[in-house]
């Protein structure tokens, strides 16, 4: 899992409407893992947290939707490991 990730899928939140468009409409929280690990993302919701952060000191906030941000504080997108692809864990706070 990685920052650079969660980074890049912000960007790509920020900069593709149609990719920000499909993910805000998921709303089931294991959908979303899924539909975000197969764009090739890997993150935590901290590192995705973590990342937001990194990125809003050095330019404008990037811009995530408030109904994405509550569904992302709930996940958890697994590594490209095969052995957890198929079982992605719910992040616990």
């Known amino acids: 899992m990685s920052v650079k990730d969660a980074e890049e899928f912000i ?13 805000t409409k998921i709303t089931d929280v294991k959908e979303l893992r ?3 690990n197969q764009r090739g993302f890997s993150f ?5 947290h973590n990342a937001w952060l990194a990125m809003s000191k050095t330019k404008p906030s990037p811009t995530l939707p408030s ?6 504080s709930d996940i958890t997108v697994p590594t490209h490991n095969t052995s957890t692809r198929n079982s992605p864990k ?3 706070p």
């Open 11 to 23: 960007k790509k939140m920020d900069s593709d409407e149609a990719f920000r468009v499909e993910v």
């Open 44 to 48: 935590t919701s901290d590192e995705l």
């Open 67 to 72: 109904d994405f941000s509550k569904a992302a």
């Open 90 to 92: 719910k992040h616990q």
């Open 34 to 36: 899924e539909y975000i």
